[in-house]
Nanobody, 124 residues
Framework: QVQLVESGGGLVQAGGSLRLICAAS????????MGWYRQAPGKQRELVAT??????????DYTDSVKGRFTISRDNAKNTVYLQMNRLKPEDTAVYYCNADVVRMGLTRMSTYWGQGTQVTVSS
């Protein structure tokens, strides 16, 4: 199987920073696109950032509300994705989930896996 384990959430004051980490492990042959989503209370889960697995170059994309403040990156050798969050705002408060498109060893199809979520709370 494949597991995604997130860490790095917590409580921070507005204007502060946090770094989220998500490591994929298990019977992995290849990890394709990875991403971060978030879900605030009473709201639908929304995409925050994605990053492709482009070999030497990884391409990132962001939802408009975090552009210029958040940076997604990855370490392909470690099957790990990061989300550096700067200049945090109270409206960034949510449970943050990572996901990854993974091809498992011995299989040809790709499946999407999710982490368990990590709470980010930004106080005003």
């Amino acid at each position: 199987q494949v597991q995604l384990v997130e860490s790095g959430g917590g409580l921070v004051q507005a204007g502060g920073s946090l770094r989220l980490i998500c490591a994929a492990s298990g019977t992995i042959f290849r990890v394709n696109d990875m991403g971060w989503y978030r879900q605030a209370p009473g709201k639908q889960r929304e995409l925050v950032a994605t990053i492709t697995s482009g070999g030497r170059t990884n391409y990132a994309d962001y939802t408009d509300s975090v552009k210029g403040r958040f940076t997604i990156s990855r370490d392909n050798a470690k099957n790990t994705v990061y989300l550096q969050m700067n200049r945090l705002k109270p409206e960034d408060t949510a449970v943050y989930y990572c996901n990854a498109d993974v091809v498992r060893m011995g299989l040809t199809r790709m499946s999407t896996y999710w982490g368990q979520g990590t709470q980010v709370t930004v106080s005003s």
